[in-house]
Protein backbone atom coordinates (compact mmCIF):
# COMPACT_ATOMS: atom_id res chain seq x y z
CA UNK A 1 0.00 0.00 0.00
CA UNK A 2 1.40 3.23 -0.41
CA UNK A 3 0.32 6.07 1.77
CA UNK A 4 1.76 9.70 1.45
CA UNK A 5 3.84 10.08 4.26
CA UNK A 6 4.57 13.73 5.51
CA UNK A 7 7.21 14.07 7.96
CA UNK A 8 8.13 17.20 9.93
CA UNK A 9 10.56 17.66 12.48
CA UNK A 10 12.13 20.11 14.47
CA UNK A 11 15.77 20.62 14.24
CA UNK A 12 16.67 21.65 17.80
CA UNK A 13 14.34 18.56 18.80
CA UNK A 14 15.78 17.70 22.48
CA UNK A 15 13.15 15.07 23.33
CA UNK A 16 13.30 12.90 19.58
CA UNK A 17 16.93 13.12 17.72
CA UNK A 18 15.90 14.44 14.29
CA UNK A 19 18.07 11.84 12.92
CA UNK A 20 15.55 9.22 13.55
CA UNK A 21 13.18 11.33 10.90
CA UNK A 22 16.02 11.29 8.40
CA UNK A 23 16.86 7.77 9.03
CA UNK A 24 13.08 6.74 8.32
CA UNK A 25 12.89 9.01 5.61
CA UNK A 26 16.28 7.45 3.86
CA UNK A 27 14.20 3.53 4.79
CA UNK A 28 11.10 4.62 3.60
CA UNK A 29 12.22 6.26 0.15
CA UNK A 30 14.81 3.21 -0.37
CA UNK A 31 11.75 1.34 -0.40
CA UNK A 32 9.69 3.30 -3.06
CA UNK A 33 7.10 5.02 -0.42
CA UNK A 34 5.92 7.85 -0.82
CA UNK A 35 6.99 9.71 1.49
CA UNK A 36 8.78 13.30 1.88
CA UNK A 37 10.58 15.25 4.83
CA UNK A 38 10.23 18.75 6.38
CA UNK A 39 13.12 19.61 8.90
CA UNK A 40 12.20 23.04 10.03
CA UNK A 41 15.66 24.89 12.06
CA UNK A 42 15.77 26.41 15.55
CA UNK A 43 12.38 24.46 16.30
CA UNK A 44 12.11 22.39 19.09
CA UNK A 45 9.72 19.31 20.13
CA UNK A 46 6.73 20.89 20.59
CA UNK A 47 6.37 24.22 18.71
CA UNK A 48 5.71 22.10 15.50
CA UNK A 49 2.33 21.24 17.39
CA UNK A 50 1.97 24.60 18.75
CA UNK A 51 -0.44 26.78 16.49
CA UNK A 52 1.12 30.03 17.64
CA UNK A 53 4.40 29.11 16.56
CA UNK A 54 6.35 30.39 13.62
CA UNK A 55 6.85 26.42 12.94
CA UNK A 56 3.30 25.91 12.49
CA UNK A 57 2.47 27.69 9.13
CA UNK A 58 5.10 25.40 8.44
CA UNK A 59 3.07 21.99 9.29
CA UNK A 60 -0.19 23.40 7.80
CA UNK A 61 1.68 24.12 4.28
CA UNK A 62 3.13 20.39 4.17
CA UNK A 63 -0.41 19.01 4.24
Given at each position: ????Q????G ?6 P ?7 Y ?14 L ?21 S?
Open positions: MNVEVLIHEMDRHVVELSKDYKSAVEKGENVKIVIPDIDHFKIIEPTSSAWTSVINI
